[in-house]
C-alpha cells in the first residue's frame, strides 16, 4: 500500500538543490552600454543555495551595493575583483548576447556527470592505447621483430 500523497503524482517532484553561483547584472538606464558588468553574489554564511523558500534576502546586497559605486563620479571606484568582472558590448554582441558568461577569476569546477566522466575516461583510455601500439611499434624495430 502506497502511502497517501497531498498531490497527484505528475506534481511530485524532488526538486534538485543546485550550487550554481548567481550572477546579478546592471545597466544605466539612458546611456549606451559600453561594457557590462557582472557581480557574482556569494552566498552568505549558512546558505547553500537560494529557493522558493529561502529566497535571496535585500539586505544580503550590501557588498554589491558598496561595490557598484557612485554615479555621478562616473563610477570611477568600481574595480574588477575575485567576485566582479566586465565583458564590453562588442563582446557580448559576438557571442550572440547570450550573457551566459562563467567568472574568469574562478577555477573551473570539475564536472561529476557520469556521461562526461565516462566519455572523458574512454577518451584518456584512446590515448592511452595509441601510446602502448607506439611503443610496441619502437620496441619491435629495436629488437629487429615484426610489428604485431
Known amino acids: 500500500m502506497q502511502p497517501p500523497h497531498d498531490r497527484p503524482p505528475a ?3 524532488v526538486r534538485p538543490h ?3 553561483k548567481t550572477n546579478i547584472l546592471f545597466f544605466t538606464k539612458g546611456t549606451p552600454t559600453k561594457n557590462v558588468w557582472f557581480y557574482e553574489h556569494p552566498y552568505p554564511d549558512g546558505v547553500t543555495s537560494y529557493n522558493k523558500t529561502k529566497p535571496m534576502q535585500l539586505n544580503e546586497f550590501a557588498v554589491e551595493q558598496a561595490w557598484w559605486g557612485d554615479e555621478t563620479d562616473g563610477f570611477r571606484d568600481r574595480k574588477e575583483t575575485e567576485q566582479a568582472w566586465k ?7 559576438a557571442r550572440g548576447y547570450n550573457l ?4 574568469p577569476h574562478q577555477v573551473e569546477a570539475i564536472s561529476h556527470d557520469p556521461d562526461e566522466l565516462l566519455a572523458a575516461y574512454a577518451a584518456q583510455q584512446s590515448d592511452l592505447q595509441s601510446i602502448r ?4 611499434g619502437i620496441l619491435a624495430d ?3 621483430g615484426t610489428r604485431a
Do not use: H, P, W, Y
Open 142 to 144: 629495436a629488437l629487429g
Open 100 to 103: 551566459d558568461c562563467k567568472n
Open 11 to 13: 506534481q511530485r517532484r
Open 133 to 136: 601500439d607506439q611503443l610496441k
Open 87 to 93: 565583458i564590453s558590448a562588442a563582446e557580448v554582441a
Open 18 to 20: 543546485t550550487s550554481i
